[in-house]
């Protein structure tokens, strides 16, 4: 089948494009290339070029493509700047949903997944959230991610579409941006690779879930592919493994003196805590083991040292 994926010249969005051709699916791309890059991505593989703000831009991407499903990974993905610009932060992620959806039923579309979110709906959780978790987002960022899950239950049961929203928790890998606030590996990578120190934000020990971007993209896959109830589902996608920022600075360490024997790295220092930062953010995978099938197979020393000597490779 054909696939549209909106944002997928991006870091996640691009291992999701490789996931589908190597599955034996087509993938077509929808990216403002704001984050995301050509280079990305197979040069046989269609790239529209726009904002998926533009309606009319999306319309004919859909019009000259006919995808059979959606992907919908595109969005504005900082939480700090949701805080600073609610306004762009819900034209992006409210109404470039909207335009998406609309778009995809004009052209018959008969599912679409989308990228949501664990830590920012769940909020401070010690032990593993699972779906039926209550949801309470505080920042712009997550309540637009609740609203787009309440918009594709709409659509499915308004159009009888089946929708799925994929939960993700800490995302990490090869491809990461290691210039925004999100990509805490790729940062740590970047820095420790060139040299220069790294700052741990307050004590440390803010827990996270990591999941390697591979595994994310085989979930998106078996929820676009494999079997599916009807309506709309939710499915988190992590680890329920929890590490703090501590433990992840030392497993970035231990892959840069791996990948550069004999290397003198600075100490990180500790800075001031970050306003807002949850002290613990964990999700169970299980109803997607369940449901999709699917599991995660990257234990987080290993994806970790595999993305440090991506970056070491590649700059």
Known sequence: MKILVTGGAGFIGSHIVDGLLAA??????????????????PDDV??????IRDAAAVREAF?????????????????????????????????????????????GVDRITFASTGGALYGDVTEPADEEHALLPIAPYGITKKA?????????????????????????????????????????AKNLLAGQPITINGDGKYVRDYVHVSDVAAANV??????????????????????????????????????????????????PPRDGDLRSSIVSPAKAAAELGWEPRVKMEVGIAETVAWFAENG
């Not at 762009?88 to 409210?94: K, L």
């Open 46 to 51: 269609p790239l529209y070029v726009a904002d």
């Open 148 to 188: 787009g899950e309440d918009y594709l239950r709409f659509y499915a049961l308004q159009y009888g579409l089946t929708t799925a929203a994929l939960r993700y928790s800490n995302v990490y890998g090869p491809r990461q941006n290691p210039h925004g606030e999100a990509g805490v590996v790729a940062i740590f």
């Open 222 to 271: 078996a929820a676009l592919t494999g079997e599916l109830p009807k309506g709309f589902s939710a499915f988190n996608v992590g680890t329920a493994v929890g590490a703090d920022v501590n433990e992840l600075a030392d497993a970035v360490i231990a892959g840069v003196k791996a990948t550069r024997p004999g290397v003198d790295l600075p100490t990180p220092s500790h800075g």
């Open 24 to 41: 034996g699916h087509e993938a077509a791309v929808l990216d403002d290339l704001s984050s995301g890059a050509r280079d990305n991505l």
């Open 63 to 107: 019009a000259k493509e006919s995808p059979d499903r959606v992907c919908h990974q595109a969005a504005q993905m900082s939480v700090s700047r949701s805080v600073r610009e609610p306004v762009f932060d819900a034209e992006t992620n409210v109404v470039g949903l909207l335009n998406v959806c609309e778009a995809a039923r004009g052209a």
